[in-house]
């Protein structure tokens, strides 16, 4: 597999928000879609559409709202395709963009009228973060409010352990606590998504990510988890999108969904030795493996060193960040020498065990001067 590449980027106009649709098969959804578009307070908008060879009459649907579309944005693209694949398409709509921020919806779904002037206020203010994104209320094929279960069943609203909101949904099946700086960080993504739909991107930060691609099918989870090595993530705890399940939605399939995740998670692996290459990959890789001994492991550590391994999890990437760029390498000897042996279980002879608590007082010192840089 050759070098991960990004998306060419076309020249960026300040203040322009660039709504992105890729269209396929959603004949009975896709105006609805539109019209939530067309309802945004925020005025300056471009829209670009791209029907992904549908089937059915998804591309005469879109059709029918080009007057009120080109009356209401900028700049209007419709385009149609023989079938790419939903990687291919984001690909080709990214790179056609002239907005200074990108809003990625998909041809089903309903974004509020206030969405997008909510997340570009939250993003013009905190240059820092790359993506801001609310909460989503569920709906069924029908529009009609509902609720989820822990296996993403769609049932009726108010059914007894049900949530009828994305967020509410994964912090019953997590420990994720949204409105912590926590939400959004490499370390727990890595987990799985826990990134609501709906979500305003500065597109600036595609020139540092790899493009989306086949390898990786759960195209959302990719694209969070390259943010997330270079920027901050923001939850806005406000309704701002209706999420719609219904029985054609890939996310139904719940052996599918754990599949495609697992995909995804494995070519992100991969990726790891273009962005942490030679010590830091080695260093790197040991993370998946702490993450799966975690729980075993837990049991037999002292209380310091399951708050180091806690620690570890939050903070891996930044110190990794640290290390490959050759800042604060020797004082963060004796973190790689402990946590070495904290994930392979082996007895490290490079640093004795009785310096675990001048290693403790390194890694106070260190995570402090990272937070400050975060």
Not at 33 to 59: C, F, H, M, N
Not at 94 to 114: K, T, W
Not at 229 to 243: C, G, R
Not at 253 to 281: A, C, D, I, S, V
Request: aromatic share 14%; net charge positive.
């Amino acid at each position: 597999m050759s070098r991960l590449t990004s998306i060419p980027l076309t020249e960026t106009k300040p203040g322009l928000v660039s709504v992105l649709i890729p269209a396929f098969n959603h004949e009975q959804y896709v105006q609805e879609t539109l019209r939530s578009i067309i309802a945004q307070t925020y005025p300056q908008i471009e829209l670009l559409v791209i029907d992904d060879g549908s089937k059915d009459s998804t591309w005469k649907k879109i059709h029918e709202l080009r007057s009120a579309c080109e009356a209401r944005f900028q700049r209007t693209v419709f385009l149609t395709q023989e079938n790419q694949g939903t990687t291919g398409t984001l690909n080709r709509l990214v790179s056609m963009a002239h907005g200074e921020y990108v809003y990625l919806i998909a041809s089903d779904d309903i974004a509020f009228p206030e969405a997008i002037q909510t997340e570009l206020d939250f993003l013009t203010a905190h240059p820092d973060y790359a993506l801001a994104v609310g909460d989503n209320l569920i709906i069924d094929e029908n529009g009609n409010p509902a609720a989820i279960d822990r296996n993403w069943q769609i049932l009726p609203l108010g059914t007894e352990n049900t949530s009828s909101t994305f967020a509410e949904h994964l912090q019953k099946c997590s420990d994720i606590d949204f409105r912590t700086w926590k939400f959004g960080t490499y370390s727990v993504l890595f987990r799985g998504n826990h990134i609501p739909n709906g979500y305003l991107i500065r597109k600036s930060i595609f020139s540092k990510i790899p493009a989306f691609c086949k390898e990786a099918p759960l195209e959302d989870y990719f694209l969070m988890l390259q943010i997330a090595k270079h920027a901050k993530i923001k939850f806005l705890d406000v309704p701002l999108f209706y999420y719609r399940r219904h029985s054609g939605g890939t996310s139904q399939n719940h052996l599918l969904m754990h599949e495609m995740t697992e995909k995804t998670r494995n070519f992100e692996k991969y990726t790891w030795q273009f962005y942490f290459p030679l010590r830091g990959f080695f260093i790197f890789k040991y993370y998946h493996r702490q993450y799966l001994w975690n729980l075993e492991k837990q049991k037999g550590l002292s209380w310091d060193r399951q708050k180091i391994q806690k620690n570890l999890l939050i903070y891996f990437p930044y110190l990794i960040k640290y290390l490959v760029l050759g800042k604060y390498f020797q004082h963060t000897l004796p973190l790689i020498c402990i946590f070495y042996d904290m994930t392979i279980g082996l007895r490290n002879t490079l640093n004795p065990r009785k310096t675990i608590h001048e290693f403790f007082q390194i890694f106070q010192n260190l995570t402090q001067k990272i937070q400050h840089h975060m």
